[in-house]
T-cell receptor, first 113, second 113 residues
Framework: DAKTTQPNSMESNEEEPVHLPCNHS???????IHWYRQLPSQGPEYVIH???SNVNNRMASLAIAEDRKSSTLILHRATLRDAAVYYC??????????????FGTGTRLKVLA | DGGITQSPKYLFRKEGQNVTLSCEQN?????MYWYRQDPGQGLRLIYY???????QKGDIAEGYSVSREKKESFPLTVTSAQKNPTAFYLC????????????FGNGTRLTVT
């Protein structure tokens, strides 16, 4: 299974940028990189995804390394509402139209007021 | 509004009883997933289904069963064979394309005593 590695926890001050790293050295050429975040007692929420190029949306930016073995989720100005567990995952394509998403333990982001 | 509905939000059962968790989606998604989450842990995949009347075991399928008789519905049965059933259960769905994000329900917290 394609796996990702993330730091267990990170801290940031409010209104400062946050860079959340993810390593995925076994990524295959067609794997998309997805990011989700989860607030306590809720289901994960989609944040952003990408394949090769950097991506931006209203929530965040995704920077993907040239060799695609790592990526970084960027929150441009952290707010207290951004405190959550952030998951970086790959879609594991088993062929024949079968695929699954494997989650790791994620990074718990703490935002300090 | 389109989305995924999991019910009930909280469920209590006695040990030795089977229990079925409901998951319904109106997003017209082909793929559906069940994950289990234990306190302070990431999500682990129980079962997934890419199409009606077909499903595959995930990483921790023992003690669980599913059915996929309709596109909109993917119920999960926690059987008495599951040794540690108390957990937070999350259902998700996605479209068929490789860049389709996962959409999650708000989960069912099952407590077995």
């Amino acid at each position: 299974d394609a796996k990702t590695t993330q730091p267990n926890s990170m801290e940031s001050n409010e209104e400062e940028p946050v860079h959340l790293p993810c390593n995925h050295s076994t990524i295959s050429g067609t794997d998309y990189i997805h990011w989700y975040r989860q607030l306590p007692s809720q289901g994960p929420e989609y944040v952003i995804h990408g394949l090769t190029s950097n991506v931006n949306n209203r929530m965040a930016s995704l920077a993907i390394a040239e060799d695609r073995k790592s990526s970084t989720l960027i929150l441009h100005r952290a707010t207290l509402r951004d405190a959550a567990v952030y998951y970086c995952i790959l879609r594991d394509n088993r062929g024949s139209g079968t695929y699954k998403y494997i989650f790791g333990t994620g990074t718990r982001l703490k935002v300090l007021a | 509004d389109g989305g995924i509905t999991q019910s009930p939000k909280y469920l209590f059962r006695k040990e030795g009883q089977n229990v079925t968790l409901s998951c319904e989606q109106n997003l017209n998604h082909d793929a559906m997933y069940w994950y289990r989450q234990d306190p302070g842990q990431g999500l682990r995949l129980i079962y997934y289904s890419q199409i009606v009347n077909d499903f595959q075991k995930g990483d921790i399928a023992e003690g669980y069963s599913v059915s996929r008789e309709k596109k909109e519905s993917f119920p999960l049965t926690v059987t008495s064979a599951q040794k540690n059933p108390t957990a937070f259960y999350l259902c998700a769905s996605s479209g068929g394309r490789q860049n389709s994000p996962l959409h999650f329900g708000n989960g069912t917290r099952l407590t077995v005593t």
